[in-house]
C-alpha cells in the first residue's frame, strides 16, 4: 500500500533559524496537503499542492511538490516559538489518502 | 461557523466496558473521517463516510470498533469492550471533497482506557 514518509521526527532549532521538514511517498501523488498540529490541539490545514514542481508561499512558510510528484517539502524561514508543533504531510493517490507521521518542531527563544 | 463538533474531550474508562465518542461534521460536508492518534502510530485512518454511508471501514482494529452515522449531522464511534490498547486521540473530521479538499478536524476525544 502507499506509504508516506517524513523526515525528520523531530527538529530543534534556535528562534531565527529555518527548519525544513521532507515528506517522501512510495507512489506519485495527485495532490499533497500540508497539516500543522499545535501541543494538545488538532491538525490544522495549512496548504495543498497539486501541481507538479508547485511552490506555495505562506508568509515565512515555503511549501514546495517535487516535479515526479512522489515528495514534497515544507521549509520555515526565521523560525518563531509560535511555529512549535508537529507537521504533518498527507498523501493522496486515487482517491485514498495517507497521512505521514509528522515532524515535530520545538523553538528555542 | 462552528467546527467540527466532538464529545467527550476527554474519557477514562475500565476495561470492558462500552465506549461511544460522538461528532458533528461542518454542515454542508458530505465527508465525514475517523481518526486514531497515538505516539506509536501516528494518526490512522479508521473509517469514512460519504452522504452518510461508510465508504472505506479498512482502517477500523477490529469488532469491536463500529461506527455509525444515522444523519447528515451526527457520526458515532463505539468501542465495546474497550481495552487499554485502544487509549488515545480520536479524531473526527468532516470535508467537501475527499481526497482533493482541506480536512477539518474537531478538536479530538482524548480515551483513557485503565
Known amino acids: 500500500g502507499q506509504q508516506v514518509m517524513q523526515i525528520p521526527q523531530y527538529q530543534h532549532v534556535q528562534e531565527g533559524e529555518d527548519f525544513t521538514t521532507y515528506c517522501n511517498s512510495s507512489?506519485?501523488?495527485?495532490?499533497i496537503q500540508w497539516y500543522k498540529q499545535r501541543p494538545g490541539g488538532h491538525p490544522v490545514f495549512l496548504i495543498q499542492l497539486v501541481k507538479s514542481g508547485e511552490v506555495k508561499k505562506q508568509k515565512r512558510l515555503t511549501f514546495q511538490f517535487g516535479e515526479a510528484k512522489k515528495n514534497s517539502s515544507l521549509h520555515i524561514t526565521a523560525t518563531q516559538t509560535t511555529d512549535v508543533g508537529t507537521y504533518f504531510c498527507e498523501g493522496t493517490n486515487a482517491g485514498k489518502s495517507t497521512f505521514g507521521d509528522g515532524t515535530t518542531l520545538t523553538v528555542k527563544p | 461557523d462552528a467546527g467540527v463538533i466532538q464529545s467527550p474531550r476527554h474519557e477514562v474508562t475500565e476495561m470492558g466496558q462500552e465506549v461511544t465518542l460522538r461528532c458533528k461534521p461542518i454542515s454542508g460536508h458530505d465527508y465525514l473521517f475517523w481518526y486514531r492518534q497515538t505516539m506509536m502510530r501516528g494518526l490512522e485512518l479508521l473509517i469514512y463516510f460519504n452522504n452518510n454511508v461508510p465508504i472505506d471501514d479498512s482502517g477500523m482494529p477490529e469488532d469491536r470498533f463500529s461506527a455509525k452515522m444515522p444523519n447528515a449531522s451526527f457520526s458515532t464511534l463505539k468501542i465495546q469492550p474497550s481495552e487499554p490498547r485502544d487509549s488515545a486521540v480520536y479524531f473526527c473530521?468532516?470535508?467537501?471533497?475527499?481526497?482533493?479538499?482541506?480536512?477539518?478536524f474537531g478538536e479530538g476525544s482524548r480515551l483513557t482506557v485503565l
Open positions: 473530521a468532516s470535508s467537501r471533497i475527499t481526497g482533493t479538499g482541506e480536512l477539518f
Open positions: 507512489t506519485t501523488l495527485s495532490n
